[in-house]
């Protein structure tokens, strides 16, 4: 009797968690879901508020800094962009700068950084220490405030999982590729404008974590080959992701344990692929291509990343000269090309691009220099270096670009240390946006 007892309610209880489990996991799904959409939200709205700043950056005319050097450039921003408070890194905010260049006819091609108000001091200092003849002034948006149906935006990813590199630029000397994009920003109208914008910060969440399992799997010597999945979503949604993941281990461990039980070629008790996946670890000897592929992937992911957000806007009166604008920078980003297939692709096609609901979502990206939420490309710092840098003079010589013709000399010490203002001042000398007076006292 107390068998039959026992066996009826061991019956009830599984006839009830198989019943309800569905039921709370569905609940817990549409509380998770709406949350996850709540903070992504709430984060764009904080990032459209915060206070920043846009400075043109004017390079000298005989700039002749090569990649390298652009790359400690880029190392430094790296470092400073991941200075954020814990709230911020628990919230899933992210600090970023917009590395822009930007066409006007009025102001001609123009370099253009937005970055945060307090981290303005130590940028001029770096871009000072970079470029000695560097001008660094603050400048109001250029973008218009509403969108017009002449303007079109254009997002750019990777073609490939971002872990394949692209291709590298090392000798400016031989040919520039900021030369072939800026080429393709002139000859404007009045009216007319195209920029090109490089939304930029650490690499975190998801991928980050991704980046460690795949310097383990290379460590290892496996085939990295079922790793490079080009999936990409919002960093809330894995949580969400995970949850649901956790309800479903609930679900199924009773079930694997019967496969466990019955089939001895079963490896696992638990369901831990939900978590970790169902790599079968098999050591072989790598061919001689998959070899250099795994070369390639260990040498972009063992230096600093960015992710970026790669954005392309027009505005043209003539929709002919529109599509002849994003050919063109289509054309250029080719010399990006890997021989492993990697490029730069346009996120969305020509007949999404078309809806004027997608455009204006688009513009509101651009106009507040918001970092996608899905597909950003993951670029290491040469790689970013190799698409955005000051022109290499002595092989580009694109058409108005803006550029510092005066060599500006630092004042020397003494003037500096004087304690006492000048009673009659004669001139005054301006090296990096500092402005020291030179004059006489009457003593």
């Given amino acids: 009797m107390k068998e039959t007892i026992t066996f009826i309610t061991a019956n009830s209880v599984l006839t009830s968690f198989f019943v309800y489990a569905p039921v709370c996991l569905g609940f817990l799904s549409i509380c998770c879901f709406t949350s996850a959409i709540f903070l992504i939200r709430k984060n764009m709205q904080e990032a459209m508020k915060k206070p920043s700043v846009f400075l043109e950056i004017v390079p000298p005319w005989n700039n002749q800094q090569s990649i390298f050097a652009t790359e400690q450039l880029f190392t430094t921003l790296h470092s400073l962009s991941k200075q954020v408070s814990f709230w911020d890194t628990f919230l899933g905010r992210k600090k970023t700068y917009a590395l822009e260049l930007v066409s006007t006819k009025e102001e001609g091609i123009r370099y253009v950084i937005k970055t945060p108000v307090e981290d303005i001091p130590i940028l001029k200092k770096n871009l000072i220490s970079f470029l000695p003849n560097v001008q660094i002034q603050e400048i109001q948006d250029y973008l218009p405030d509403t969108y017009n149906k002449a303007t079109k935006t254009v997002e750019f990813t990777l073609s490939r999982h971002f872990s394949i590199p692209l291709k590298h630029q090392s000798s400016l000397a031989q040919y520039d590729t900021i030369a072939y994009m800026s080429g393709q920003m002139t000859k404007l109208e009045s009216d007319e404008y195209i920029s090109l914008q490089l939304i930029v910060t650490p690499l975190q969440g998801k991928q980050a974590r991704e980046i460690q399992s795949i310097k383990k799997t290379l460590q290892e010597g496996i085939d990295i080959t079922g790793h490079l999945k080009n999936t990409s979503m919002p960093d809330v949604f894995h949580v969400f992701r995970f949850i649901i993941s956790i309800c479903l281990f609930v679900l199924l461990t009773p079930i694997q344990l019967i496969k466990f039980t019955l089939n001895k070629d079963e490896p696992d008790p638990l369901p831990f692929w939900l978590f970790f996946g169902n790599y079968s670890k098999k050591y ?116 108005d670009v803006v550029k510092n013709l005066i060599k500006e000399l630092p004042a020397p010490l003494p003037l500096k240390q004087m304690n006492r203002e000048s009673d009659v001042v004669f001139a005054r000398n301006t090296y990096g946006n500092t402005i020291t007076s030179i004059g006489l006292t009457l003593e």
């Fill in 284 to 399: 072989k000897e790598l061919s001689p291509q998959k070899q250099y592929l795994h070369d390639i992937i260990s040498e972009k992911i063992h230096k600093e990343l960015f992710e970026v957000t790669i954005r392309i806007t027009i505005s043209q009166t003539n929709q002919t000269r529109l599509k002849e604008r994003i050919t063109g920078i289509k054309s250029s980003f080719s010399m990006f090309h890997h021989e492993k297939g990697q490029s730069l692709i346009m996120k969305y096609s020509k007949m999404l691009l078309g809806v004027s609901r997608l455009q204006r979502y688009l513009f509101m990206k651009d106009k507040y220099r918001l970092l996608s939420l899905t597909q950003n490309a993951v670029l290491s710092i040469p790689e970013l270096s190799s698409i955005y840098h000051f022109p290499y003079f002595p092989t580009t010589h694109t058409e």
